[in-house]
């Protein structure tokens, strides 16, 4: 089966369970899938490829705001890339424990078996 038909599948399974589109279509799972690369809604996704792809584009935001001093003052690019990877990695197995309790919670398919 087509990656798409799946992804289909897998929006209409979550979009049933009630979970809004900002949930099972984030941005950057959007960004990433019209760069090419065919990634399933993070509640499809294992505990360590979620908190991968959350740390990154997490961190790379927080060094871009830290770095450029967009919320007052701005930090050296050591200070500001150390910060970006504590929050990172913080944010990323956040988000990665969501999405893997949800994804229990509403009981949904295996993404193999869409």
Do not use: C
């Amino acid at each position: 089966m087509a990656f798409e038909d799946k992804l289909m599948k897998a929006h209409a399974e979550l979009q049933a369970q009630g979970v809004w589109l900002s949930n099972y279509k984030p941005p950057m799972f959007s960004l990433l899938r019209m760069l090419g690369i065919k990634v399933p809604p993070p509640y499809y996704l294992g505990f360590h490829l979620n908190a991968v792809i959350a740390f990154w584009y997490f961190a790379i935001i927080i060094f871009l705001v830290m770095y450029f001093g967009l919320l007052g003052s701005q930090d050296t690019m050591k200070t500001a890339m150390d910060k970006a990877a504590v929050w990172g990695v913080v944010y990323g197995i956040g988000m990665a424990t969501f999405y893997t309790i949800r994804r229990r919670k509403l009981q949904l398919s295996e993404w193999s078996s869409l």
